[in-house]
């Protein structure tokens, strides 16, 4: 049997491919090569690199007048990014005329001729393969194909094509698959083809999601695609994905409960079941089996299937069960490659099928929605949003430039203004109205919470970047004045620099300021941090200096004056940060320039341990930050190799969350490296490993054991537990500003992430409890009762000291998807200031004593 079935699947592979593809294809033009023609080898035979899939679009473009091939971008492993545009040649001639009507056709009534424009996208993640392969067989379809009812397609559309959204990450599950296929193929789920070595193929270069940053753009390849798409503003777009293997084939409409209910109705109401039923009929055409409904949520806006939505389009949701490589067992049959390939091809042209015929629908969507937001913005009593922080321009201007990456309107105050308890100044803060034509993305930014159907979460249940910056805002609900309108990529120039013979100051509330401290130290300069606040005269004005601001003394350097003027100069430069000289120690206020509060720091040698068990994306997080963002290098260690590293090359060591099944040999090694001086960091999981294999002393929050058990309907068990979990919610905290790991810090209330369960004791050392959760911690998102006492009043980040070493305790990840700006200051407080932050002696509570 077996051999039969390997039989079965080899022949599938060799077989024509156009009639397994196509078979109603009957008029292929001869002079198009067909993917299998050019390749060398049938599709499905083989996992297609990146390269090659580019050569295959760029010849198509230069044998056809039906295709035209754009490069967006590269990646960061300098993989080009394209998109296809495929329409007939007429429209060809005249395409900058077709883009400026389409585009003006959102908004007006009465253009109905104008050729539609759809996107069709593939492979975010990099090892759901099939979707790369469908868009070689679509763009040959619709290129070479001479039936009438593909002329009427390419008549009536632009019809844009990315054949890849992830180029890195595919060409890593490329290699893996094709290195490891045999012949005969393997369908055992247990082979190495099947079975990915950590991180696996489905991230980017730095281990991230790209289905999570079409709202954040973080990545070149977001950041690229964003732009290209609101070039366009394509009606439909498409998001192809691969699941379980043991799946069936997923088409919209999706779980109705878990729909955004901010995004007009008539999208979830008439347009994804008019849709469905379309893909219903291709997939019934050639017997493959599907689900709808169940599963997978439209709530969060940066998914590729989602983001559209919120600009009046309809994304849709392709996921195909995965074959994992060349062929794999399932509880049926083997699943081939072609035929999840096949899978992707129809749901592909039947998109492109409804969208033809549906056409008059999708105008009134985007006309319908525009025209809502306007109704909404209008009655909204919220008319605009203020925010800035006078202390950092850096994460202002992010924010600013997040803003002007989703074309929302910003405009910079020109007057000082107090809004609430807030005050902004002038230059450095800046207003969003509501009543502009991307309303719903100004809610999705400001808005922390939203009113859900549902509580069982896919993803996040909430995402407020404003609370991720941890900016000051206020909401403005009467009369305003707009400003001066930004209209284009913000990038501070810091003020000019004066030289000093003394001393230079850095304040650390600046998110560049550790960038700045890593390279001053990279220089050869010894830098100070301050454990107290001063008051300096620059110039004959007063300047207060917080917790955690950086001091530069000229004399006591190994670098002569003039040269440290010359590091001085490039670093503010390069940094985007003021640097300020003075001429004196003696302070106007608070401890002087010579005060022992003034403590060294010492050049962070960092490494963390990544390897199978470790979350990759959180490991990735740690990894872009310091590398994109400070250019500073962390070494990555392998757990398999962690026996044989001599740890002593690092100061400070990084444990994401994850599953740490060290052998005692290995956690003692960590033990020993700590207890000689080593700086722990830990995040979630890998805290409660750190407290587990008593590394420190610190107590756990447990979860609850009951006595009795409550008995529940079978049917019942996803819905229930499901509601238990923390999907991500946005909370607050306490933060002592006083503390290291609180430096740079202006206001103790700070947002913090939290998309996990571990929750962990305040210390009994009343000192060392660096941030602590509120009483009523919630600021937005989901979160079941059974959670809400564990959390509230817990901590969440803890020192404690173990030997000569210390050890910070998170319970929640400071980087999560690198736009919580507002925490990565903690995480990089705990790396570059860890090691020299003393933990207070703690004798307990002073006894009262009689007079």
């Not at 010359?566 to 390069?574: D, M, N, R, T, Y």
Request: net charge neutral.
């Amino acid at each position: 049997m077996r051999a039969l079935l390997l039989l079965l699947i080899t022949t599938q592979l060799c077989f024509a491919q156009a009639n397994y593809y196509y078979p109603g294809a009957k008029q292929l033009n001869p002079n198009i090569p067909s993917p299998e023609q050019f390749l060398g080898y049938p599709i499905g035979s083989h996992h297609t690199r990146h390269d090659k899939v580019i050569e295959y679009f760029k010849e198509l473009d230069r044998l056809s007048d039906r295709i035209s091939v754009e490069e967006i971008g590269y990646t960061y492993e300098n993989r080009v990014q394209i998109t296809a545009k495929i329409t007939s040649p007429e429209n060809h001639t005249r395409l900058e005329e077709i883009r400026q009507k389409h585009l003006a056709r959102a908004t007006a009534d009465g253009d109905n001729t104008t050729p539609l424009v759809i996107q069709l996208g593939f492979n975010v993640h990099g090892n759901e393969p099939s979707g790369t392969e469908a868009a070689l067989l679509t763009a040959y379809y619709l290129v070479a194909n001479e039936d009438d009812e593909t002329k009427k397609w390419l008549s009536n559309m632009v019809i844009l094509l990315d054949p890849v959204y992830n180029p890195d990450g595919r060409d890593r599950h490329t290699h893996w698959a094709n290195m490891h296929k045999a012949s005969p193929v393997v369908t055992d789920n247990n082979d190495r083809e099947h079975n990915e070595v950590w991180p696996g193929g489905r991230t980017n270069h730095y281990w991230f999601d790209l289905n999570r940053d079409w709202f954040l753009g973080i990545h070149p390849e977001s950041k690229n695609r964003l732009a290209f798409f609101h070039k366009w503003r394509p009606y439909v777009m498409t998001d192809h994905h691969e699941m379980g293997t043991n799946s069936t084939f997923y088409f919209d409409p999706g779980k109705n409960s878990s729909n955004n209910p901010i995004v007009p109705a008539y999208l979830y109401d008439v347009v994804y079941p008019t849709y469905g039923k379309y893909f219903a009929s291709a997939m019934n055409s050639i017997g493959s089996m599907y689900f709808t409904k169940e599963a997978f949520d439209k709530l969060y806006p940066g998914y590729g299937s989602s983001y559209v939505n919120f600009y009046g389009g309809a994304g849709f949701l392709f996921e195909q069960a995965s074959s994992r490589g060349h062929a794999q067992e399932t509880t049926t049959i083997p699943l081939t490659f072609g035929f999840t390939i096949r899978n992707q091809l129809v749901a592909s042209l039947a998109t492109v099928r409804a969208s033809s015929a549906e056409r008059d629908m999708l105008y009134k969507l985007r006309r319908d929605f525009y025209k809502s937001m306007a109704t909404q913005a209008k009655a909204n009593p919220v008319k605009a949003y203020v925010f800035g922080d006078a202390k950092d321009i850096t994460r202002t201007q992010a924010f600013v430039n997040l803003a002007l990456l989703h074309q929302v309107e910003v405009y910079e105050i020109t007057d000082n203004l107090n809004v609430g308890n807030t005050k902004f100044e002038k230059g450095k803060a800046y207003l969003i109205p509501t009543e502009q034509p991307n309303y719903l993305m100004v809610r999705s930014l400001f808005e922390k919470q939203i009113t859900y159907a549902d509580s069982i979460f896919y993803d996040a249940s909430t995402w407020s970047v404003i609370h991720g910056f941890n900016l000051p805002h206020e909401e403005i609900r009467g009369a305003f004045t707009k400003g001066t309108k930004i209209n284009a990529t913000l990038n501070y120039t810091p003020t000019t620099q004066q030289r000093s013979e003394y001393a230079y100051i850095i304040e650390l509330s600046d998110y560049n300021a550790h960038k700045a401290l890593w390279h001053l130290q990279q220089k050869g300069l010894m830098v100070k941090t301050a454990f107290k606040p001063f008051t300096v005269a620059i110039n004959g004005v007063n300047k207060n200096f917080g917790y955690g601001s950086l001091l530069v003394s000229v004399q006591n350097q190994t670098l002569s004056s003039d040269k440290t003027w010359e590091a001085i100069q490039e670093v503010s430069k390069q940094c985007a940060i003021d640097i300020h000289a003075v001429n004196t120690g003696y302070n106007v206020a608070g401890i002087d320039l010579g005060s022992n509060n003034f403590q060294t720091t010492k050049p962070t040698k960092a490494a963390m341990l990544v390897g199978q068990g470790v979350n990759g994306y959180e490991a990735g997080e740690v990894w872009h930050l310091l590398d994109q963002r400070l250019q500073m290098p962390i070494t990555k260690i392998d757990m398999i190799n962690l026996s044989r590293v001599d740890l002593n090359k690092y100061n400070v060591m990084v444990l994401v969350s994850g599953n740490y099944s060290l052998d005692k040999a290995s956690t003692d090694k960590i033990k020993n490296w700590v207890q000689n001086g080593g700086t722990l960091i830990t995040f979630k999981t890998a805290t409660e490993w750190a407290i587990k294999q008593n590394i420190i002393k610190e107590k756990l929050i447990n979860q609850d054991t009951t006595k009795t058990t409550r008995r529940f309907n079978f049917g019942d068990a996803t819905d229930i537990e499901g509601a238990r979990q923390l999907g991500g919610s946005i909370f607050q905290v306490d933060l002592d500003i006083t503390h290291p790991i609180g430096f740079g810090f202006n206001n103790r209330k700070v947002s913090i992430y939290r998309n996990g369960r571990t929750y962990l004791q305040p210390s009994k050392n009343p000192y060392t409890t660096v941030a602590q959760y509120t009483a009523k911690p919630l600021i937005g998102g989901y979160l079941h009762k059974s959670q809400t006492n564990k959390i509230a009043n817990s901590a969440a980040i803890v020192t404690s000291s173990a030997g000569a070493g210390r050890v910070i305790l998170f319970t929640d990840n400071p980087n999560f998807r690198a736009y919580w700006y507002g925490t990565n200051k903690l995480f990089l407080n705990a790396l570059f200031f860890g090691s020299i932050t003393p933990v207070p002696a703690y004798e307990g509570e002073e006894k009262e004593t009689e007079d």
